[in-house]
Nanobody, 115 residues
Framework: QVQLVDSGGGLVQAGGSLRLSCAAS????????MGWYRQAPGKWRELVAT???????NYADSVKDRFTISRDNAKNTVDLQMNNLKPEDTAVYYC?????????WGQGTQVTVSS
């Protein structure tokens, strides 16, 4: 069983920064993709950024040049550094881990950006 624990959300003013962290535990296949998704009220969950165990990254256009994803394969952790936050970044952010056969989610952490 794989568990993801994500943390680091909070309330910040527009232009500020937050860092989200996620730690995965359990039986984790070494080849995987870890990342972050978000869901705002009344909207579908959307990809924010992902990073494969090989180092390939993928970002939503709306966060490019503002957010940076990083991971530590040995520790099974993934972080998301969010700079220059905007009110439209307000959402619940979910950590995600994907392998060839499974898809795991964290419990979510709230990010609120005030204008």
């Amino acid at each position: 069983q794989v568990q993801l624990v994500d943390s680091g959300g909070g309330l910040v003013q527009a232009g500020g920064s937050l860092r989200l962290s996620c730690a995965a535990s359990g039986s984790i296949f070494s080849i995987n993709v870890m990342g972050w998704y978000r869901q705002a009220p009344g909207k579908w969950r959307e990809l924010v950024a992902t990073m494969s165990s090989g180092g390939n990254t993928n970002y939503a256009d709306s966060v490019k040049d503002r957010f940076t994803i990083s991971r530590d394969n040995a520790k099974n952790t993934v972080d998301l550094q969010m700079n220059n936050l905007k009110p439209e970044d307000t959402a619940v952010y979910y950590c995600n881990l994907q392998t060839r056969s499974a898809d795991y989610w964290g419990q979510g952490t709230q990010v609120t950006v005030s204008s």
